[in-house]
């Protein structure tokens, strides 16, 4: 006699690996996207740049956002995590920001308690000289081809006062 589990199992195995392969084409499609951005005209080392996929009334679930971080060269490449690579295939919304040293802190006699104790540190404000139109307030986008790109460039030019 054939046992419910010698049937449950095998069946719970496939239904699991048919889930994770796909069928080809019922997931987000992610390709390389690399780029270079400068900051009034030269490479900007310590940016991180988001990509944020966009979703439209067909496809309302575009995928995970990526990100990257610039090098002494301005250089990036865009990853998901650790074992996805790349940017989803479509429209995005670009966001570039500094990178801020979290380790730095300044104390705020503010922050100190009531009775004397001991007081708090917060994280020191740095300056980003990425205008806020390229990073909280950005409408930029990319749409990142088919094929991926190595030219996914951003060229931020500051305004002068």
Wanted: glycine share 14%.
């Amino acid at each position: 006699m054939i046992s419910v589990r010698s049937l449950v199992l095998p069946g719970l195995a496939g239904l699991l690996t048919f889930s994770f392969l796909g069928c080809g084409n019922g997931g987000p499609q992610y390709v390389g996207v690399s780029g270079v951005v400068t900051l009034n005209g030269k490479p900007y080392k310590g940016a991180v740049v988001n990509f944020q996929p966009s979703a439209t009334p067909d496809n309302p679930n575009p995928g995970r956002g990526s990100y990257g971080h610039t090098d002494e060269n301005g250089r990036f490449t865009l990853v998901v995590d650790d074992q996805v690579k790349g940017a989803v295939v479509g429209k995005h919304r670009v966001r570039i920001a500094s990178l801020q040293d979290s380790t730095r802190t300044d104390f705020d006699p503010a922050l100190g308690t009531p009775d004397g104790g001991e007081l708090k540190a917060r994280p020191k404000r740095l300056f980003d000289p990425i205008p806020p139109e390229w990073n909280e307030q950005s409408k930029k986008e990319f749409d990142v081809p088919p094929g991926g790109t190595g030219k996914a460039n951003f060229d931020i030019v500051t305004k002068k006062k």
